[in-house]
């Protein structure tokens, strides 16, 4: 009865081993995901979220925002609790200031006791700055507008970015495509060869020729499938994501091309133009908000005295104060003269990135209209060589040309079409540049 009994419990065995083994290979197959179809509009959604740079901008507009804050407080009134106690080896008046008062200048105590506390709460309110604050809030809201516009225009060269190398990973696996299907093309090529090597119409060598051309592809296969994988990793860094997790959906259509003219008109008003335009603008604030500091400063100040010991019979005091700068030795002069050459050198920087922003545009311009007609002839070489290669191939059945014309015909046909999708992803980048270029992104 053991016997049986040790067999099955073996054979029970077997069965949950096996029944657990293809549970997890069936759970690992579930969670072995496709990679996830990419359009160049998601995969720029995707590199929007990841860009630092972008969310640097964003930190750089809070920063902005806390100095216009800061500027506006300083037109409300400042309100302090304070509290002191004085410890000293004699009850005797006099010795220096008052804790409690920041702004007594009486030169004495107003207690005599030994070790006097004294509590206050002082209240200060500005009453007329020269408006020195409402510029300097107004500078600070010119410098958050202009970071505004730096982040639209970060935005509008990602996109650049990322459609670059969308287009340039496009661009590799289609050229693998055409040298595969080349590669075929010389393989057949190959059989036909032995085949006219049966019948006596070619040589062993005319083979040795096509296979060369077959190793040659190979080695440029490897070559491309190295910039893709390149390509790609250089497209998951942009979008916060790993490699081997998405693909490609399809070449973008080639866009309309916008005329010159629109796209100058469009060019003077780009985002880094309007920005440079901000901070000239915030740069004069600045002037103003510096020689505002010679106006004279009126402010109220008061004091009350809650509790003191031993007590006083003053509970509180209100001083008026007029402060009206006569000389700094020059501090406030420097400040305008650094605002004004700020304003200066932006107003500079503005008039630069005008014209370089035209040049941009007429450049990526030239390089569209080139590109295209560049396209438009090799759409018309591919064709030709095509029947150039058809008539090789006939002519060879017929005896009237060798075998390296063949082979050349076939090299001309990926050459071309090699080109051909070349010039259809330089005009693809050159649209996309000629929209950047002009700020429509």
Avoid at 51 to 63: C, F, G, P
Avoid at 250 to 263: H, N
Avoid at 399 to 419: D, F, P, W, Y
Avoid at 429 to 439: W, Y
């Amino acid at each position: 009865m053991s016997t049986p009994t040790l067999f099955t419990l073996k054979r029970f065995s077997k069965v949950v081993t096996a029944s657990f083994a293809l549970f997890i290979l069936s759970v690992s197959v579930c969670n072995a995901q496709e990679p996830h179809s990419l359009t160049l509009s998601e995969a720029y959604d995707l590199a929007l979220k990841q860009s630092e740079l972008l969310q640097r901008r964003t930190e750089a507009i809070k920063e902005a925002k806390a100095r216009y804050d800061e500027a506006i407080a300083a037109l409300y009134p400042n309100v302090h609790a304070l509290a002191s106690q004085r410890f000293r080896n004699t009850a005797q008046l006099g010795g220096s200031p008052s804790t409690g008062d920041i702004n007594n200048d009486s030169g004495s105590y107003r207690t005599g006791s030994k070790h006097p506390v004294e509590t206050s709460i002082f209240v200060r309110q500005p009453i007329f700055t020269g408006f020195r604050e409402h510029y300097l809030a107004a500078a600070s809201k010119g410098e958050m507008i202009a970071i505004g516009y730096d982040q639209t225009r970060d935005r509008q060269l990602l996109y650049e970015d990322v459609a670059d190398v969308f287009n340039q990973i496009l661009y590799y696996t289609d050229d693998l495509k055409i040298l595969r299907k080349t590669e075929d093309v010389f393989k057949r090529r190959i059989e036909e060869l032995r085949q006219f090597i049966k019948l006596g119409k070619s040589r062993d060598s005319e083979i040795d020729a096509a296979q060369s051309d077959v190793a040659d592809l190979g080695a440029t296969e490897a070559r491309v499938t190295g910039l893709l994988g390149a390509s790609k990793e250089l497209l998951a860094f942009l979008i916060g994501k790993e490699a081997s997790t998405f693909k490609l959906e399809g070449a973008p259509s080639l866009e309309v091309i916008p005329t010159l003219e629109d796209s100058l008109t469009r060019a003077r008003e780009r985002a880094d133009i309007k920005a440079n335009k901000a901070r000239v603008d915030s740069a004069g604030k600045e002037i103003v908000a510096a020689e505002r500091e010679r106006w004279p400063v009126i402010s109220l100040d008061g004091n009350y005295y809650p509790y003191e010991d031993p007590d006083s019979d003053r509970q509180w005091d209100v001083v008026f104060r007029f402060d009206l700068p006569l000389y700094e030795g020059g501090a406030i002069d420097a400040r305008v003269e650094q605002y004004r050459a700020k304003a200066r050198a932006a107003a500079l920087l503005t008039q630069e990135n005008s014209r370089a922003a035209e040049r941009e545009v007429r450049v990526a311009y030239n390089n569209v209209t080139a590109a295209k007609a560049e396209l438009t002839k090799l759409e018309s070489l591919v064709e030709t060589t095509r029947k150039n290669y058809e008539a090789q191939r006939r002519d060879y059945e017929l005896g009237v040309v060798t075998n390296l014309e063949v082979l050349t015909a076939i090299r001309s046909i990926q050459e071309a079409e090699r080109r051909r999708l070349e010039a259809q992803t330089i005009l693809r980048n050159n649209i996309v540049k000629l929209r950047v270029a002009s700020g429509e992104i």
